[in-house]
């Protein structure tokens, strides 16, 4: 049967082409296109990490010794178990189906972000919807894809998590939070949400037991003594460096603090950082403004939390507005994100383009600001230029994107009274 969907926006005479022949066209060309950038693929790129980590824990290996010439593994170690799997392979089959993974969960992330929204958007909309989120976050999507990162991997679980929590399946909620933050550290805010929101003795025990077991089963299944010694090796690779107050000041790093640094002091840095260049607007001490970003994050997490809790007194359910909210703080806190990260974004922005079409929330404010995140996500080097698109970096577009929908996400709930703040889905 020809596809009606589809006949309306294809040449003349396609449209009679069935729908199962088109998906499958559509689906040879994304293998053709894994498979040729798997091919291309070398040992120094970041699915060799995962592979190398599912490798060395498989084979007992020091999980955090980096050979010379490769990335760091900078994942806690049950990121190591999650990978093993990649780790039983070959290394170029490994590549390849973890990138025809991202593939489909691209696609699965969609389908459960419209499962959140329906009970709150009309269908006749819900196109329009997906639709302009899906061009609004296309290139964070794609270059979390070209790079074979594990991004998708992360956020797929922690909005399954949100929605579970919304609907009252509490442990599945914290199981799959609790598998998300394992893998990389970021969601670990979504715990912050949800034990403000279930503030009993019999919640926080659950998530204090998922925590413990997270830890404590790559451990066991690697012995006590190399347990331990990951989790040394684990803090003393990565955390220990933005404990110690190190900030990763790449143009492409979208965090809080390394925005303002590139924006106060001169941070030219070697070539592989900026390119030689500098961002900085005014001058200050960095050693000054190292501590301001903090402060400013502290602060901005602090909001967030207190929101929560004015919402939860109010008598607002826990929502996505929250939830969004959350999971941008913990970008913007983060020691380092890249703009591959940024795939989250796409429950925020489906979000305010459900409040743009649905009269929700039929403000200015939102379509200026979803407006400009549809700008960022049709920008590439192809059309502004690689130099372009490093200065847009450099300057946090995204930085401030973020926390403009932080800030505004922190007061619509309480604006409505929970009367159209999107929460426990159907």
């Not at 999980?63 to 039983?88: D, K, N, W």
């Not at 990763?248 to 979208?254: E, L, R, T, W």
């Not at 940024?342 to 743009?356: G, H, K, Q």
Request: hydrophobic share 50%.
């Amino acid at each position: 049967m020809p596809s009606p969907a589809l006949g309306g926006f294809l040449p003349s005479g396609l449209g009679k082409v069935p729908a199962f022949v088109l998906t499958g066209a559509m689906a040879c060309a994304a293998l053709a296109f894994a498979a040729d950038r798997v091919a291309k693929e070398q040992a120094s790129g970041d699915v060799h990490v995962f592979w190398q980590a599912g490798y060395d824990y498989l084979h007992g290996n020091n999980l955090y010794e980096t050979r010379p010439g490769l990335l760091s593994f900078i994942y806690p170690p049950f990121a190591a178990l999650f990978f093993v799997p990649l780790g039983a392979l070959p290394f170029k089959v490994a590549a390849f189906l973890f990138f025809v993974g991202n593939y489909l969960l691209w696609y699965f992330t969609f389908v459960w972000i419209v499962k959140a929204l329906r009970p709150f958007e009309d269908n006749a909309s819900m196109p329009w919807v997906i639709g302009l989120t899906f061009l609004a976050t296309f290139k964070l999507f794609l270059n979390n894809l070209t790079t074979i990162q594990v991004n998708n991997y992360v956020f797929l679980p922690a909005l399954i998590a949100v929605y579970c929590f919304l609907k009252g399946r509490d442990t599945a909620a914290i199981a799959l939070a609790g598998l998300a933050t394992s893998i990389k550290l970021t969601p670990v805010l979504l715990f912050f949400w949800m034990l403000v929101r279930r503030p009993t003795a019999r919640f926080w025990g659950s998530c204090l037991l998922a925590a413990a077991m997270f830890v404590a089963v790559p451990a066991v299944l690697r012995g006590p003594s190399q347990g331990v010694n990951d989790i040394r090796d684990y803090y003393k690779t990565f955390l220990s460096v933005f404990v110690e107050g190190g900030v990763n000041v790449n143009n492409s790093n979208q965090n809080l603090v390394g925005t303002i640094l590139r924006y106060c002091t001169d941070v030219s840095g070697p070539a592989g950082d900026n390119d030689g260049h500098t961002f900085h607007i005014v001058d200050c001490d960095p050693s000054s403004v190292r501590v301001a970003g903090r402060l400013l994050s502290i602060t901005l997490l602090v909001g967030v939390v207190l929101s929560s809790i004015a919402q939860a007194r109010a008598g607002v359910p826990p929502n996505l507005y929250e939830a969004s909210a959350y999971l941008l703080t913990g970008h913007l806190v983060a020691g380092c994100t890249w703009k591959a990260h940024l795939v989250t974004l796409a429950l925020p922005l489906a979000l305010i383009a459900s409040d743009i079409f649905s009269g929700r929330k039929q403000s200015l404010w939102l379509k200026l600001l979803f407006g400009c995140f549809c700008g960022l996500g049709m920008l590439g080097k192809e059309i502004v230029g690689k130099q372009a698109i490093m200065f847009i970096n450099a300057y946090g577009f995204y930085t401030i994107g973020m926390v403009l929908i932080v800030l505004t996400f922190l007061i619509l709930p309480l604006q409505k009274q929970g009367s159209a703040a999107p929460s426990a889905a159907d």
